[in-house]
C-alpha cells in the first residue's frame, strides 16, 4: 500500500476518532470491564484529550493518529481479556467497531514514528490468556534487545541471531 493510500485510509479512520473517546469514557464506568482495563482506558482517554502528548494534537492529521493508535490497542485488549460483546454493546459509531480498532491498529504505525509506535504499544502489552487481536494488529520489534549473559570462560557465540533461531527452531 502507497503512502498516499495509507494517509487515505487513516483519515477515513480518524473520523471515528471522537466515537471511540466516548466508547472509551463508556468503558471505563462498565462493571463488567475488569479494574486494570478501566485504569488503561482512563489513561488512554486522558491521553486523547490532552493537546501535548508524544505528537501533539495541533499538529492537524498527524497529532491524531498516535491518540487513535493508543485507544485502538486498548479496545483490542480489552477485546482479548474479555468478550467482544461489552464493546459492540457501548458502541455507537458506523461500522464494527472490532474491526475499525484492528485497522487502527495496523495503519497508525507505519504513519507515525517507530519509537513512538513501540512506546505506546508497551503501555499496553497483550495478554497470554487473549485470542491475539493485540500481537496481530500490531507487530514491532522490541524496543530492548535483551543480551543473554556471558559465562566465565565460554567461547563467544559468534554466529549471527537468525542461524541460531534457525538452528533451535
Given at each position: ?56 494534537d495541533m499538529i492537524p492529521f498527524v497529532g491524531q493518529i ?104
Amino acid at each position: 500500500m502507497s503512502k498516499s493510500q495509507l494517509k487515505s485510509r487513516m483519515k477515513n479512520l480518524l473520523m471515528f476518532l471522537p466515537n471511540m473517546i466516548i466508547l472509551c469514557a463508556k468503558l471505563m464506568v462498565d462493571s463488567r470491564v475488569p479494574r486494570t482495563e478501566r485504569a488503561l482506558f482512563a489513561g488512554a482517554l486522558i491521553y486523547a484529550i490532552i493537546p501535548f502528548d508524544f505528537i501533539p494534537d495541533m499538529i492537524p492529521f498527524v497529532g491524531q493518529i498516535d491518540d487513535l493508535f493508543l485507544i485502538s490497542l486498548t479496545i483490542l485488549r480489552l477485546i482479548d481479556r474479555t468478550d467482544d460483546r461489552i464493546v459492540r454493546e457501548h458502541w455507537r459509531g458506523g461500522g464494527d467497531i472490532v474491526a475499525l480498532a484492528e485497522s487502527a491498529a495496523t495503519v497508525a504505525p507505519l504513519l507515525i514514528p517507530r519509537r513512538i509506535s513501540r512506546v505506546l504499544m508497551s503501555k499496553v502489552k497483550p495478554t497470554a490468556e487473549g485470542a491475539g487481536l493485540l500481537v496481530n494488529a500490531s507487530k514491532f520489534e522490541p524496543l530492548l534487545v535483551e543480551v543473554p549473559e556471558r559465562i566465565p570462560g565460554q567461547k563467544p557465540d559468534h554466529t549471527s541471531r537468525s542461524t541460531r533461531d534457525a538452528k533451535s527452531a
